[in-house]
């Protein structure tokens, strides 16, 4: 499986800074830009899910409990309450 979560750069602008990851350099514009280009690139994988920004109010945290919840699924789990 291909998991994709998209950049906070695009939905959740709020969160996207080069002064809170030491790990990110582009601006916000490049970030959009690489993101799309990744998600097209894996677009024909019959496993791409794609975790966007819809509920950025929610925080990362329920971002990652997203990608948390599709991993139970795909691996035959239970999800968590």
């Known amino acids: 499986a291909v998991f994709h979560l998209v950049t906070a750069a695009e939905g959740a602008?709020?969160?996207?800074?080069l002064e809170n990851n030491a790990?990110?350099?582009e601006a916000p514009e490049l970030a959009r830009a690489a993101d799309a280009?990744?998600?097209?690139?894996w677009a024909p994988h019959p496993k791409h899910i794609i975790f966007d920004n819809?509920?950025?109010s929610h925080g990362f945290e329920w971002k990652l409990q997203?990608?948390?919840?599709?991993?139970?699924k795909l691996v035959g789990l239970p999800a968590l309450p």
């Open 13 to 17: 602008e709020r969160f996207y800074s």
């Open 23 to 25: 790990a990110r350099t």
């Open 37 to 41: 280009k990744t998600q097209k690139v």
């Open 54 to 56: 819809s509920a950025a």
């Open 66 to 72: 997203r990608v948390v919840e599709a991993t139970a």
